[in-house]
């Protein structure tokens, strides 16, 4: 499991915490969703997801051709506590919100997650 300090390193980057904070809110999504929200390219995704994946943070699933992502259930409450008080800072949320209404406007979500 991840030490604080390393923890804090991993949230250093803004894609990341973007995908943290969509990830945290809906609970699950994939590489396309968050391309969407956050106007980024699949590959910059991918390589944010696999950092948050290989330290434990996020893990994957796969359903027919979607891998999809989620916040690990082995997460300390410390840690639980952070991504939350993120979730919910005031100072997020211009930009968090931008991120949630693009990907509501998806128009070919995943069946799972509309």
Sequence with gaps: MLLPHQFFKLLSDETRVRCLLIISREEQVCVAELTESLQQSQPKI???????RSSGVVTDTRQGQWVFYRLSDNLPGWM????????????????????????????????CCV
């Design 46 to 52: 991918s390589r944010h997801l696999a950092m948050l």
């Design 80 to 111: 639980k506590k952070q991504i939350q008080g993120l979730v919910d800072s005031n100072c997020l949320k211009s930009q968090y919100h931008q991120d949630i209404k693009r990907l509501r406007a998806m128009a070919s979500r995943p069946a």
